[in-house]
């Protein structure tokens, strides 16, 4: 009876000396997603041939659902450098980030690069925390409508634009606006800016009429947005992976970085973008992008 006993209190033992050991090598290990996001935002068919980089819905989505099928995968980092983009996609982005969150309990915490504003501030609105470099631009909360209007180079160069429509402002921003088309153009505008007070309100946890005062289009430095409350913490990628491992219980985090597919032209010139557009300015990009159909699209 009592070499039974003993068998059995050293089986407990052994058992416990296991469970605590196996428990050991996993507590405080786990894996933090670094996915890095570059450009200017637009649904994937608003990034055409011309224009090779760019945060899309799609994109993120991708990222997003690798991240939360990898069970080892156990918070998420976003590195964002983007002036902002088209309104919508900006939208979508923030709700793929939120979605992630409510799903998979993972955190998420976002990493500032150099500019993170407009449509760059609004999808990280949701994540759990934001960090930025003192020198990070980032805010820019508003919306901004731009026309360009071709009827001087059309008579230049000897052409004639002829428009066939149905509906009486079917050919708005062709022309120069009308006072009431402009008007028109005002009301979507004060509709959306309205919409974008709201998520920072809502993924800030700040008072709508705080964001509104805040929401004037100007940028921020990091260190201004630490003191408004716009961002949580100063500090660089490193900054971030470290909260976004304390977040999860994460001591000893492995960095598993998501890097976007190659473009088109680096495909083709294996893996060189073409010379001729690395140059290219911010607004240069705009107008690129304004002859490819973005033409009075409201834009964060």
């Known amino acids: 009876m009592k070499a039974t006993k003993w068998r059995i209190v050293l089986t407990i033992v ?6 605590i050991s196996f428990s050991g090598c996993t507590v405080g290990k786990g894996k933090v997603a670094v996915i890095r996001l570059s450009g200017i935002i637009a649904s994937s068919s608003q990034q055409g041939l ?7 819905p799609k994109q993120v989505r991708e990222y997003l659902g690798k991240a ?13 450098d983007s002036p ?6 900006s939208q979508e982005i923030a709700s793929e980030v939120r979605h992630f969150k409510e799903v998979t309990g993972k955190p998420v915490v976002i990493s500032m690069g150099d500019v993170a504003a407009s449509g760059g501030y609004y999808i990280s609105a949701y994540a759990d925390r934001i960090v930025a470099n003192p020198s990070t631009l980032t805010g820019s909360i508003g919306v901004i409508s731009q026309f360009i209007y071709i009827e001087g180079l059309l008579e230049k160069l000897g052409l004639e634009l002829e428009t066939i429509k149905t509906g009486k402002h079917k050919d708005m921003g062709i022309w120069p606006l009308t006072v009431e088309q402009r ?10 800016y309205e919409q974008f007070v709201a998520t920072v309100a809502e993924g800030r946890g700040l008072p709508v009429a705080e964001v509104r005062q805040l929401a004037t289009g100007q940028l921020y430095t990091g260190v201004q947005a630490l ?12 900054t971030a992976i470290e909260l976004a491992s304390s977040l999860a219980g994460i001591t000893t985090p492995e960095i598993e970085e998501y890097s976007p597919p190659a473009s088109f032209f680096e495909k083709l010139l294996g893996g060189l973008a073409p010379p001729s557009l690395l140059p290219l300015s ?3 990009l705009l107008f690129l992008r304004m002859l490819e159909g973005w033409q009075g699209m409201p834009r964060y």
């Open 14 to 19: 052994l058992v416990l000396v296991l469970t």
């Open 50 to 56: 011309l224009i090779t980089g760019g945060i899309s």
């Open 68 to 80: 939360e099928s990898d069970g080892g995968i156990k918070a998420v980092v976003l590195r964002i």
């Open 84 to 89: 902002g983009g088209a309104a919508a996609a």
């Open 183 to 192: 008007q028109i153009m005002q009301d979507i505008t004060d509709d959306l």
């Open 227 to 238: 003191n408004l409350g716009l961002v949580d913490k100063l500090g660089g990628l490193e």
């Open 282 to 284: 911010e607004d240069e």
